[in-house]
């Protein structure tokens, strides 16, 4: 059995689609479990960077199987556009596979998405408004559509039609809102984008464990990030979903002793996009250099993230939760012109060590970040491909890395091509 996992291990945008991209090169199959297209990898072939959102990575190569599992939800316009524009740039999305159990994000979904982050004014989460929350909340109170009853127009209208009255009155009764959805329009949408998307649907649950079985290699690709989670995260400042290695299993509907060789991707400072707290934030001269260096804006959104030093007390907490194999390292390449770069190993709180990570946020705000100074290298790294050739500060850093959270390492990046990626275990030979 040879599966693999990679897992961002801070608020997302730890260059997971370059690691999942890299991995999949040697996977048969590529299988996103969770999130929908508010996540966004960014992937960079032969120069050209192609922005996936609900794709999985494993797309850009042929001969791959290129599974959406059934934790994901699908905005079915969003799916197809994006293999529109795939397609344009010369890729086939033949190889791909969506679930029949995966929910559908709708068009009421976007519009309370946006009435409700609007309502909430000093208590905005941050949300991306592509109605993933009000989506996740439909298949927990057992009314979502899935992929299944949108292959089945009958099904589909019975409830498309209970659907369209509650949340026609819920977004003008609770948020006084003039906007509504039609019935009949899409009706007429879902349909057509119904039979455009049935050459892909199948029982991915099966097939996932088929391969597994079979002795294919399967690499499962994560959407967001640890402390993005539901559960485990800094809530309410998270996604509607689980991006960590338990919600995969969930996800992709396979048992978690098929998961091995967990890979928990760590970018080489720390960033995050939206509201809630973030300990090492840097609010200076050297976040602007971190934001705009490591050209620090949202995939999907284009927000600016806030940045700052890497915060190990997130990345323990979170090889921990996920129970990681190995690090990826990424974006170290950023780092090279700085002439010390800082690590915060823990946290205090009036003087007193925090152990574990603070799930009050007012506490965690409290938090005051330990942090140790280590020697930059001054250095260009992005052209080197042999870990004993990056310099010995570089070395040190990344090393230190692993000692705190322990955690071996598993691949260093220094750049965003696939040729600018240092292995250090094959994770698909462990």
Partial sequence: MATSM?????????????????????????????????????????????????????????????????????????????????????????????????????????LLDEAEENSKGDLKIGTTKNG???????????????????????????????????????????????????YFQILKDYTEYAERLRPYVTDTNYNVVTAIKDGQKVLFEGAQATMLDLDHGTYPFVTSSHPIAGGASVGAGVGPNYLKNIIGVVKAYATRVGEGPFPSELTDETGDYLRNTGHEFGTVTGRPRRCGWLDLAVVSYAADLNSLDYLAITRLDILDKLPEVKICVGYTKNGETVKGFPADLHE?????????????????????????????????????????TGVRLGIVSVGPNRSQTIVLHDVFAE
């Fill in 6 to 110: 990679v897992i961002g291990t801070q608020w997302g945008d730890e260059g997971k689609g370059k690691i999942v991209d890299y991995l999949a090169e040697q996977a048969d199959v590529v299988v996103r479990s969770q999130g929908g297209n508010n996540a966004g990898h960014t992937v960079v072939v032969d120069d050209r960077a192609f922005a996936l959102r609900l794709l999985p990575s494993g797309i850009l190569y042929d001969n791959k199987t290129n599974i959406i599992g059934t934790g994901v939800v699908i905005d079915p316009k969003v799916l197809l556009d994006e293999i529109e524009n795939l397609e344009r740039e010369g890729k086939s999305a033949q190889s791909l596979q969506i679930s029949n159990r995966a929910h559908v994000i709708m068009p009421y979904h976007n």
């Fill in 132 to 182: 993933i929350g009000p989506c996740y909340a439909d298949k927990v109170n057992r009314v979502g559509i899935r992929i299944c009853d949108l292959m089945d127009e009958e099904v589909f209208k019975a409830k498309l039609d209970y659907n369209v009255r509650i949340k026609n009155k819920i977004l003008r009764e609770v948020y006084g809102s003039t906007e509504a959805v039609d």
């Fill in 364 to 404: 965690l705000e409290q938090c005051e970040p330990v942090y140790e100074t280590l020697p930059g290298w001054e250095t260009d790294t992005s052209a080197i491909r042999n870990y004993e050739d990056l310099p010995e500060a570089a070395r040190r850093y990344v090393e230190r890395i692993s000692e705190v």
